[in-house]
Each structure stands twice: as C-alpha cells, then as structure tokens.
C-alpha cells in the first residue's frame, strides 16, 4: 500500500533555531517528492521538488533531502523565523498511472515562538 | 509560482442551497484536482480529471460533482448544500510529465 508517513505530528522551536522535518514513504513506482508549506485555511505552497536522482535541493532557508534507496527525506530549515509557523507537508507522486497519483503526509505542525 | 484561481475564498450558506465552487488555471494543465480538507487534517482527494470531458471521482466519497467543459475550467457544485459539507476545498493543477501539484488558495465553506 502506497503510503507517506510524516514525523513529528508537531513541533515547537524558538526562533532562529533550526529544525528537520521527516517523511518516509513507500509509493513505488517513485515519481517525484514535493515538500509543501500550507500556512492555516491556505492553499499547500511548494517548497522543493525532488526526482530520483537528486539528493538536496535548496530553496533559501530550506533545504530537502532525499534517499530514494530508503524511501526517507527531510526538509531542514534554518534560522527559523516567525512567518515559517506552519503545516508543512511531503507529497509524493507516483508514475505507475495515467493520472500520477499524489500520496500525502499528514504533515507536521510547526510553531515558532519569539 | 503557478496560476491558478478559485473562487470564492470564503462562502457561508444556508442548508439546501445550490453552490458552485470555481476553479480556474492558465496553465494549459490536462490534469486537475479537487481535494477536501477539514481544519489540521490532511488532505482527500474528491474529484480529478485527465482533460476535458474526463471526471472521476477520488478516494474519498462526496456529494458534489464535477465538469470539465474546458481545460482551464474545473468547477465543482453541491446540489443541496449541508452542514456536513462544511470544509475547505482545495483546487489543483498538474503538468503533464509529473511534478507534483500546483494548488490554488482554497475556499472555504461554512454552510449554516
């Protein structure tokens, strides 16, 4: 069963920190693997996107990571910041069907506090 | 970042009423989605289309339908609207090749 398990459910950090965030997945055949940010009653903003053969991907204080031999990636953010409080969610896409499928996390809940 | 519309952003009804949900992308996506999502919770996919004339409906039953008359086009309508349609309702778009999705900023319902 095509599945994206996502961890923590939620967490807290004071700003100017930095945190990971994971998602593990077991969709195959493998498409791709987007990391969203959906700040509360939003529309999912993408992150990154990841194919299979790239590693790290960066787009200013985020970065993700893929091991697409362990099905595992992880979105580190930097010098985290007020705005970045969020639910931040791993997508990924399938390329077994017509339509390419979207499985989805049940995305982690970040706080940032002052 | 891509384009794609939906309309009304916030829309509060009475029980029973006709509603139409608009969604609205300009870039030329064949594929596109509409997806269910209560507060904190993630998301159900309810409907999606490969092109025009092609609806299916997702994983998760619903008691809206769907058209597809143009490719920019992707509205979704509730016959008899009821609080338990109550919810946000997200729009989105893929390319052709994969990629993921584009999502547009959502509506959400409240029916009274």
């Known amino acids: 069963k095509n599945q994206v398990e996502q961890s923590p459910q939620s967490l807290i950090i004071l700003e100017g920190k930095n945190c990971t965030l994971q998602?593990?997945?077991?969709?195959?055949?493998?498409?791709?693997l987007r990391w969203y940010k959906q700040d509360t009653g939003r529309g999912p903003v993408s992150l990154t996107i990841?194919?299979?053969?790239?590693n790290t991907k960066s787009n200013g204080r985020y970065t993700a990571t893929l091991d697409a031999d362990t099905k595992q990636s992880s979105l580190h953010i930097t010098a985290s910041q007020l705005s970045d409080s969020a639910s931040y969610i791993c997508?990924?896409?399938?390329?077994?069907?017509?339509?390419?499928?979207?499985?989805f996390g049940r995305g982690t809940q970040l706080t940032v506090w002052p | 970042e891509a384009d794609i519309y939906q309309t009304p952003r916030y829309l509060v009804i009475g029980t029973g009423k006709k509603i139409t949900l608009e969604c609205s992308q300009t870039?030329?996506?064949?594929?596109m989605y509409w997806y269910q999502q209560d507060p904190g919770m993630e998301l159900h996919l309810i409907h999606y289309?490969?092109?025009?004339?092609?609806?299916e409906k997702g994983d998760l039953s619903s008691e809206s339908t769907v058209s597809r008359i143009r490719t920019e086009h992707f509205p979704l309508t509730l016959e008899s609207a009821r609080p338990s349609h109550t919810s946000q309702y997200l729009c989105?778009?893929?390319?052709?090749?994969?990629?993921?999705?584009?999502f547009g900023q959502g509506t959400r319902l409240t029916v009274v």
């Open positions: 289309s490969y092109g025009v004339n092609s609806t």
């Open positions: 989105a778009s893929s390319p052709p090749h994969g990629g993921g999705a584009f």
């Open positions: 870039m030329g996506h064949d594929k």
């Open positions: 998602c593990n997945y077991t969709v195959s055949p493998f498409s791709n």
């Open positions: 997508v990924v896409s399938d390329r077994g069907s017509t339509l390419g499928r979207l499985y």
């Open positions: 990841m194919t299979f053969s790239e």
